[in-house]
């Protein structure tokens, strides 16, 4: 052990007290504190704007994900708060602040202009400013506080589809298979399986054709069977009944305004009975278990009357016809602004027969065989030309169609770009609306890229 003299030490403590290089240690000491305290003050303010985008990215996706539901159907707060929940969770899994950005989500539903505006808050420990607890007293708050909103528009419309399919006997047993699928594509892209019926925004129609519409349980009414003896549920045209141009309008049924009972020829006709059997006309509905059972039902048979399917896919959609249908399937107002309607019209092949009425008695030679018709629909057969009776009136139709507000898509299935089918298809299509298919996977492609097209129309307007 070393003793030093009480004045040897005493000189040495004043040597350091005078020494004023010895006062840049604890200036040092200080400056380290500060930039520790500022490089950690930077890592936490980083963390909370990474944090942020986060948040903000995951509310952008809650509410376009909303928005897309609110276009297709009704919900509720609650629903709405539930899907605004799952995406959070789907997109911040993992983040720290997941649970809080839940619990401070708000929302508003603005339901007049179409807009979903959506919000949240959370926050973050600082664990460099808090430097064990003791720096957040002097030098900084425990938390930063972070939020964003996000105001997304979604569509106020309803929507009402018409889904005209060939079912003639051209379709072969595997095309009818791909024609299945593709309506099937529709349904599922339009009325999808988690939507609720009762919720759902869009309401589709089915009308297989071929040599006429089978019109079910309806065909009697529109035959005239409440003051006719009519029969079969093979519907085809009416006549241009005392000048009324009737053929290419939607004038409804019992259009006949004269006195006593509405004659015969007023009404639509038979002709044929070459209708498929299963492939039966179904009115607009919701219902999509109904709407897959009568595609799954859809078989081939008969020749090819278009403007039969076309003249039913437009009364399907037009309000003049409400009072055929059930309540439910009725079709909307043309001037209801918050309805849009569409058709699909699709065929494989060329127009080749229509329907006259024969008033009183004619004798007419058909395909080689002479018969009498007698106050009677009957069938005659024609060239299968581009300007010939039937494909006239289906692309009359079609116009007259458009001219009411309808949106229409032709497709034709095929190989020939320039055939009567392909043209008359062309025609009957609203401008940029034209699907040619050359195989059984383009027709599907082109089903489902329509259905797809007609939910970003209706979504985004």
């Given amino acids: 052990m070393i003793n030093f ?34 490089a950690g003050a930077a890592v936490d303010v980083s963390r909370t704007v990474n944090a942020r985008e986060k948040l903000s990215y995951a509310l952008d996706a809650a509410a376009l994900s909303v928005a897309t539901d609110l276009s297709t159907s009704v919900m509720s707060d609650d629903e ?135 019109l079910g349980n309806y065909a009697e009414k529109v035959k005239g069977g409440e003051h006719h003896s009519v029969s079969g549920d093979c519907v085809t045209e009416r006549w241009n009944f005392d000048g009324n141009n009737v053929l290419t309008t939607d004038e409804p049924y019992d259009y006949y305004s004269g006195s006593g009972t509405p004659p015969i020829e007023s009404f639509f006709g038979g002709g044929s009975n070459k209708c498929s059997s299963s492939a039966k006309m179904m009115p607009l509905t919701k219902n999509r278990d109904e709407l897959l059972t009568a595609i799954s039902n859809l078989t081939d048979q008969g020749g090819t009357a278009g403007q039969t399917g076309i003249a039913w896919g437009w009364y399907s959609l037009s309000p003049n016809y409400a009072n055929v249908w059930p309540a439910d399937s009725a079709p909307e107002s043309y001037d209801d602004e918050e309805v849009l309607k569409f058709a699909i019209v699709m065929t494989d092949g060329k127009n080749n027969r229509y329907y006259p009425y024969q008033d009183g008695c004619k004798w007419y030679k058909i395909k080689g065989n002479w018969k009498e018709y007698c106050d009677e629909y009957f069938e005659m057969p024609e060239s299968e030309t581009y300007n010939n009776v039937s494909s006239t009136r289906s692309r009359d139709l079609c116009a007259a169609m458009r001219d009411a507000g309808i949106e229409i898509f032709g497709v034709y299935f095929g190989t020939g770009s320039s055939s009567v089918g392909a043209r008359n298809m062309q025609s009957c299509a609203s401008d940029g609306n034209y699907y040619q298919a050359t195989s059984s996977s383009e027709l599907i492609s082109a089903f489902a890229n329509i259905a797809k097209k007609i939910q970003s129309i209706f979504i985004s307007q």
């Fill in 5 to 38: 003299p009480h004045t040897a030490f005493r000189f040495l403590m004043q040597k350091f007290a005078d020494d004023k290089r010895a006062s840049v240690l604890p200036l040092f000491g200080i400056l380290v504190i500060m930039l520790i305290v500022i």
């Fill in 80 to 214: 709405i708060k539930d899907a605004l929940a799952d995406s959070f969770r789907a997109n911040l899994a993992g983040a720290e602040f997941l649970d809080e950005a839940i619990e401070n989500l708000s929302f508003e539903v603005d339901s007049d202009k179409g807009l979903v505006n959506v919000a949240s808050t959370a926050t973050l420990n600082n664990y460099f400013i808090d430097m064990g607890g003791y720096m957040k007293e002097h030098l900084g708050p425990e938390t930063f506080t972070f939020g964003t909103n996000s105001q997304v528009s979604y569509s106020r419309f309803d929507v009402e589809l018409a889904l005209v399919v060939d079912v003639t006997g051209s379709m072969s047993s595997s095309d009818m298979q791909t024609l299945r699928e593709a309506s099937t594509a529709v349904v599922n892209i339009l009325l999808p399986s988690e939507i609720d019926e009762s919720a759902a925004k869009v309401r589709l129609s089915l009308v297989p054709y071929s040599q006429g519409v089978n």
